[in-house]
């Protein structure tokens, strides 16, 4: 059973940078793509960044682009989101999500696999 779990979330100041981990632990990391959503108090589930299982595709929303880099250490099972000027309405709960094949995409229908999610908060 794969099993991911975040951490580096927490309270930020705009403009500032804060960087998620995810570690998955349980199957072949090499194998899965890897994403990050957020989910905001009363909206739905957005698709954030993801990336294919060699780090040579990447994905981005409109919304995040320039701003944050998704990256993965398969030596170590564990991917990045690095968010730079980071605004108050990236304030979320972010989750980390895995998915076979090893293709990345935006659908969170496509991700078998999430972890608990960690809160950004994006405040002055």
């Known amino acids: 059973q794969v099993q991911l779990v975040e951490s580096g979330g927490g309270l930020v100041q705009p403009g500032g940078s804060v960087r998620l981990s995810c570690v998955v632990s349980?199957?072949?990391?090499?194998?899965?793509?890897m994403g990050w959503f957020r989910q905001a108090p009363g909206k739905e589930r957005e698709f954030v960044a993801a990336?294919?299982?060699?780090?040579?595709?990447?994905l981005y929303a409109d919304s995040v682009q320039g701003r944050f880099t998704i990256s993965r250490d398969n030596t170590k099972s564990t991917v990045f989101l690095q968010m730079r000027s980071l605004k108050p309405e990236d304030t979320a709960v972010y989750y980390c999500?895995?998915?076979?094949?090893?293709?990345?995409?935006?659908?969170?229908?496509?991700?078998?696999?999430w972890g608990q999610g960690t809160q950004v908060t994006v405040s002055s």
């Open positions: 990336l294919s299982w060699f780090g040579a595709t990447t």
């Open positions: 999500a895995a998915r076979q094949p090893r293709i990345p995409t935006s659908s969170p229908n496509d991700y078998s696999y």
């Open positions: 349980g199957g072949t990391f090499n194998n899965l793509a």
